[in-house]
């Protein structure tokens, strides 16, 4: 019945190659791992909000995940943030090991440093394999021990199937998982990490004055789609993990094995814009993903914490002066080239916008949907440019009952007399506002 279904779905797509869907996020048995596969097409979609598969074919065939990898090394790194191991601002230092990583890379030299949000920012655009190994690093002292770790999570979560080697995702023949399990942690990122899960719908950062852009081409092309994460080896063909929230309907779904970036991102709007309209809206069924923080430690966290700053385009109200480089470097035939060689990206210079997200911020808004929350800020930044020229704006997404707002704010002030002034000052011209400290 389960292939049949599947056959009708791929008539009706109309796609030239198979597709595989997932089922449930948390539950259902699996085999002990074992040898990948190098067939390619797996896909998955699934109801975030109910659990239902929305569609199904192989979602327990055995795949290498590439950069997906990432996603785990990610969701560590968020709860060692809210277990106070580490913060945002803390330094993560390059070793060696870290620093010889082959690309995709920021190209740290061994002894300098990164903040830990910085090495968010660059895992979730550039996924840079240097960061990744100095993330584990950071937290479990070597890589080999992080990887302990993750496979720990992975099973806490549900995980069955996937077996990890390194925090990259950088060949390993060992390095295993499913379409199942990998919708099982983008499902679990968005709901464990909510403070933190902004940080995947980031379009791109600035590195030493060199733009960097994500490689999930989807964010800011098609409605909804909020993150997650690319991935590509020659073992793995092209991958996806993506996340769309859009209209009162959640869904997560993935493509693994593609042939070309451009054929899966294809391939994942199609599964979204056909089995989208069948997400049921209204409040949350589905059972709780295990794993994740203790209620009482996630919400204290959360009306604590920050989440990326929304980097805006020139042209959109904040100034983002233009300097003068070139594209960021490729590497052709790179083992994990992660949209440098194999995707073709191209990262423009530019200075950084806003400040970073230190100190204290301000709250002028919470809007109903995340555009009108950008709208705000765009009207703001238009009438008190005097007071918010160094400000970095950004949204927060916060449940209230069944419903989902979205914070409207300005972060980087250098102390509550900033802060305060700011607010007054847009007081004055007819805006809410409330001086927050981090």
């Known amino acids: ?69 990432k996603m785990m090394t990610l969701y560590l790194l968020f709860e060692a943030i809210e277990d106070g191991r580490t913060s945002l601002a803390s330094r993560v230092k390059i070793s060696a090991a870290a620093a010889g990583q082959a690309p995709s890379k920021l190209g740290l030299k061994a002894g300098e440093t990164i903040s830990v949000r910085d090495a968010i920012l660059s895992l979730v655009t550039k996924s840079a ?38 925090a990259s995702g950088l060949p390993d023949g060992a390095q295993i998982t499913t379409a199942r399990d990998m919708a099982t942690l983008g499902a679990a990122l968005r709901e464990h990490h909510p403070q933190y899960y902004t940080y995947f719908a980031t379009p791109s ?54 042939e070309s970036s451009k054929w899966r991102d294809q391939h994942m709007t199609d ?21 994740g923080p203790s209620p009482t430690t996630a919400g204290a966290i959360a009306l604590e914490s920050y989440p990326a700053p929304r980097l805006r385009p020139e042209g959109a109200g904040a100034k983002v002066a233009s300097a003068a480089g070139a594209n960021s470097p490729t590497v052709p035939g790179s083992a994990d080239a992660e949209g440098d060689a194999a995707v073709g990206d191209e990262a423009q210079a530019s200075a950084t916008p806003g400040a970073a997200l230190d100190g204290w911020k301000i709250q002028i808004a919470a809007a109903p949907t995340r555009s009108s929350a950008e709208d705000i800020l ?8 005097a007071v918010l020229a160094g400000a970095a704006p950004y949204t927060e997404p916060v449940t209230v009952g069944d419903a989902v707002l979205y914070r409207a704010r300005f972060a980087g002030f250098r102390d509550k007399q900033a802060a305060s002034a700011a607010c007054s000052y847009l007081v004055e011209r007819n805006f809410n506002c409330l001086a927050l400290s981090n």
């Open 271 to 291: 599964l979204i814009k056909t089995y989208l309209p069948r997400a049921a809206r209204g409040p949350r069924t589905a059972a709780a993903i295990p794993g």
């Open 129 to 166: 394999n240097d960061i990744a190994v100095a993330v584990a690093e950071h937290l479990a002292g070597s890589e080999r021990a992080f990887a302990a770790q993750m496979n720990n999570k992975a099973r806490a979560l549900g995980m069955v199937a996937t077996n990890f080697r390194n």
């Open 205 to 258: 950062f600035v590195w030493k004055g060199r733009r960097i852009s994500n490689h999930n081409h989807l964010l800011g092309k098609l409605a909804g789609v909020d993150g997650i994460k690319t991935g590509y080896t020659r073992a793995s063909g092209f991958n996806l993990v993506a996340s769309v929230d859009r209209d009162g309907r959640q869904i997560v779904a993935v493509v693994i094995g593609g």
């Open 378 to 385: 765009d009207r703001a930044l238009s009438k008190a440019s």
């Open 1 to 69: 019945m389960v292939m049949r279904a599947a056959a009708i779905g791929r008539r009706g797509l109309g796609l030239t190659k198979p597709l595989v869907a997932a089922v449930l996020v948390v539950g259902g048995l699996a085999a002990a791992p074992g040898p990948a596969s190098a067939a390619p097409d797996a896909a998955i979609v699934l109801d975030a909000k109910t659990g239902k598969t929305l569609y199904a074919d192989h979602a327990d065939s055995r795949r290498h995940p590439a950069s997906l990898t």
